[in-house]
């Protein structure tokens, strides 16, 4: 914990009640979308915000209900009840602290530049999208549609006085978080002026009382596990992968470095409570968490101070923050899509490799379209495939005559699965002379892929009566080769060290 200075506590309480604020509709929205009650996800929201800014690795990152787990929460909900979507929530989170406890947050890091760009662009679109739902009414039929005439324009125009006045007050002041100031200048604005509009009341009550302790009522036998786990499982990744993409942006915007290992353990927990609470679990915010970080929240009391907060809205607030305009939550949001959203991508298209800006369409598309767990990890295959192809081609050799009359092959690049075909294609075993040199000075074997590529080699040699000489190999090669085993000439002071991806070697 920093130095509790005056600036410090000012700047982290602002920003805790901010995001508080902002959290009350998303949340609600989240619960409705997985159809469980508005305090299943306000409950959410308190207990993961707390447990994670407290304990959690990424101090200013906020965590809570998201609808990322809310649409894979949906069917679980709908065809077993809400008791079985808690008890997938606490297996969720035993999932999670076992990914954690194997250490696994590090991996985090290999996920490539264009995959986080994606990401970002993917989710500030989402929230984007997400927030045309509030335009829409009950129409006679109780089928939602959307408004027209003077409601929307009223509410079009509280959305654009919200983010005129974000957008000017630090024009103003700094000393106060702008979103702060154009929700409270929007919902004082609405009374003074006696505006009708839709609010946060019109989305669900938001009054109630401390959550309580209760083991979800589902029978406890294997029939449950094989109901429950499919959906634990996949709200688990989802929720590893929203929070450490987050915590690797939240890094870059701070210029810290964050504990992904710290933060999977503490998020895991926080399910695990949340569940055994009757909340609907949740992981990493980007949008809350840049509201919190761009007000100066980046410590872990603004967290705190948000579920803080949010407990009590539900305890004693309610009648007070369901006032508040829906339109200028809709506005606070559309100025964090704004600011969240990578718009140096547009320059990068031209300049960067054709790979790296289609992996970033992609990423940002399957974000929109389908999930964020299939967008990053289709990035992530499509980027690995990418480089693979890329590194398969570096695979050259130069030849060359020594006195003895030997033709010596001087190779270098990195031999693997990939390069293994353009490998074998650098050689003319029938034209070569009666002894061949293999020089691996310059290069690198990874793979059982080449220790095979290898082997054929040598063997093509064999079969012509000629003799393949094979030196500076790494010793884990000279274990796991098999038909060019004796070609081998070993060199203990030159020879490299490194280790080769095979299972013999076990």
């Known amino acids: 914990m920093p130095t509790l200075s005056p600036t410090y506590l000012k700047s982290n309480l602002l920003s805790g009640l901010t995001v508080a604020l902002a959290l009350v509709p998303e949340a ?28 959690g690795g990424r101090p200013g990152m906020i ?4 609808g990322s787990l809310a649409v894979v929460m949906t069917a679980l909900v709908v065809q077993h009840g809400a008791q079985y979507l808690f008890a997938a929530v606490v297996l969720m989170g035993v999932l999670q602290l076992l990914f954690a406890a194997a250490r696994l947050g590090k991996f985090i ?8 760009l994606g990401f970002v662009n993917g989710l500030a679109l989402v929230i984007f999208v997400a927030q045309f739902g509030h335009f829409k009414t009950p129409g006679p039929d109780g089928a939602p549609q959307w408004m027209a005439g003077p409601a929307l324009a009223t509410m079009l125009g509280v959305v654009a006085a919200t983010m005129a006045v974000i957008y000017l007050t630090p024009r ?17 604005g609405c009374a003074l002026l006696g505006i009708d509009t839709k609010t946060v009341g019109d989305l669900g009550s938001i009054a109630g009382g401390l959550p309580a302790f209760a083991l979800p009522e589902v029978p406890w036998n294997l029939d449950t596990l094989r109901i429950v786990f499919p959906y634990a499982l996949v709200l688990a990744g989802v929720g590893l992968i929203e929070s450490l993409l987050t915590l690797t942006l ?26 055994l609470f009757g909340g609907m679990g949740g992981c990493a915010l980007i949008g809350q968490s840049m509201i919190n970080v761009n007000s100066g929240g980046t410590g872990r009391l603004s967290g705190i101070v948000a579920s803080s907060f ?10 007070w923050i369901e006032q508040i305009p829906l339109a200028a939550l809709i506005g606070v949001m559309f100025v964090v899509c ?4 990578e718009w140096g991508t547009f320059r990068l298209f031209g300049r960067v490799p054709r790979a790296d800006a289609l992996v970033i369409v ?8 389908f999930d964020l767990a299939v967008a990053v990890l289709a990035g992530v295959v499509v980027s690995a495939l990418v480089f693979a192809w890329q590194h398969a081609r570096q695979i050259r050799v130069e030849t060359d005559v020594d006195a003895q009359g030997w033709k010596v092959y001087e190779l270098e690049g990195t031999l693997f699965f990939a390069s293994v075909t353009g490998f074998q294609a650098l050689f003319t075993p029938k034209e070569d002379p009666q002894d061949v040199v293999i020089e691996f000075r310059r290069a690198r074997v990874a793979d059982h892929s080449a220790i095979q590529a290898i082997d054929a080699l040598a063997e093509r040699y064999r079969q012509l009566g000629k003799r393949l000489h094979l030196r500076h190999l790494s010793p884990d090669c000279r274990e796991v080769l098999e038909k060019a085993r004796d070609m081998i000439e070993v060199n203990l002071l030159e020879d490299p060290r490194y280790r080769v991806a095979d299972d013999k070697l076990a």
């Open 28 to 55: 609600i929205a989240f619960a409705l979308v997985a159809q469980v009650s508005p305090l299943t996800g306000l409950y959410a929201a308190v207990l993961v915000s707390f447990m994670t800014s407290a304990f």
């Open 63 to 66: 965590s809570a209900a998201a």
């Open 109 to 116: 890091r290999m996920v490539p530049h264009p995959v986080m």
């Open 172 to 188: 103003v002041t700094k000393a106060v978080p702008a979103t702060l100031v154009g929700i409270l200048a929007a919902s004082a």
């Open 250 to 275: 939240v890094d870059e915007i701070t210029d810290t470095r964050g504990q992904p290992n710290r933060e999977c353990l503490a998020l895991g927990a926080a399910n695990v409570v949340t569940g």
């Open 310 to 319: 949010l407990l009590s809205f539900i305890l004693v607030g309610s009648h």
């Open 338 to 341: 704004e600011k969240t959203f």
């Open 362 to 369: 992609l990423v940002a598309g399957m974000t929109l379209a």
